[in-house]
């Protein structure tokens, strides 16, 4: 049997760049606290918490004073920053660079371009887009699909932009939408905010689960991530399951399999990909 784990899977920079902030830290100190999930799976999250790392809420962000707090990847809204500095509360701020730019992007809209509506195209109550809605003071429209396009109003400007981690060809389908429903006179534009470090893993995902007779993708159950790329590895084979440990993997969804490929979300950690290769070679041997 052949078992392949996807080079090209794994984290994302972001997440590496969260990880290692709260792994340095956490060697100078005992507690360490983090806003939300430091990623979106809970294997990689209880690793840290053996290491001291603390997962708090925003209620818990409130109670807090004189300690410090790591910001994930996800970014956050201005206000979470404002509540720190009351608390006095030293921020560890490991937002992604892409989200990080793409929040000052909407900001200076928002200052610059009172009159027009701005959209994000985004997952709403997801903590990137929590931080995006944010910098508008809470009044960006976020569109998730077509269904919500009648949050519009088309007769104003609109400014459409997206989450860092949604599909390119849904993006370009909402765009093509939006165009055709603006009234004569009100202008449009789209800026293409989607991170291609991740866009760009589809076309590498298809191919990756073309060439295996079986595929294990390995991805937390609360990741959005990983929800889209299972469905991009579906889509290129109908024998992809979906699993979060060597555990899930039961002996019907291998049955008859000469190749055996195994990937996973940009909050998948290598060596939870590993794992489960590792318990495939030994019912191997």
């Known amino acids: 049997m052949i078992i392949e784990v996807d080079k090209e899977s794994g984290f994302c920079p972001g997440v590496v760049s969260a ?36 997962t708090i809420d925003h209620d818990q962000l409130s109670q807090l004073h004189d300690t410090k707090v790591l910001l994930r990847a996800h970014g956050e809204p201005p206000s979470t920053y404002r509540m720190a500095q009351q608390n006095n509360v030293t921020i560890i701020d490991a937002t992604c660079p892409v989200v990080l730019q793409l929040q000052k992007k909407i900001r200076r809209m928002y200052v610059s371009e009172p009159k ?35 949050k519009i109003d088309y007769s104003c400007p609109v400014r459409l932009f997206s989450q860092t981690t949604m599909s390119v060809d849904h993006f370009r389908k909402l765009i093509e939408t939006m165009n055709r429903r603006m009234c004569d006179g009100a202008d449009f534009q789209s800026f293409d905010t989607i991170c291609r470090q991740v866009a760009n893993r589809i076309p590498h ?30 889509s290129a084979n109908p024998r992809s399951w979906f699993v979060s440990s060597p555990q899930d993997v039961d002996a019907a969804m291998i049955a008859g399999a000469e190749s055996i490929g195994i990937c996973g979300a940009t909050s998948t950690p290598k060596w939870q990909m590993e794992q489960v290769a590792t318990m495939l070679e030994g019912r191997v041997q």
């Open 116 to 150: 027009s509506q701005i959209v994000i195209y985004g997952k709403q109550g997801h903590a990137e887009v929590n931080g995006l809605v944010g910098q508008t003071d809470g009044t960006a429209i976020v569109v998730e699909s077509e269904a919500d396009l009648d």
């Open 19 to 54: 990880i290692r902030k709260a792994e340095v830290e956490l060697q100078t100190r005992q507690t360490l606290y983090c806003l939300g999930d430091i990623v979106h799976n809970s294997q990689e999250v209880q690793r840290l918490q053996e290491q001291g790392l603390t």
């Open 205 to 234: 995902m298809l191919e990756f689960a073309r060439k295996h007779d079986v595929v294990l993708f390995v991805s937390g159950k609360k990741s959005s991530n990983g929800k889209a790329l299972f469905e991009v590895c579906q």
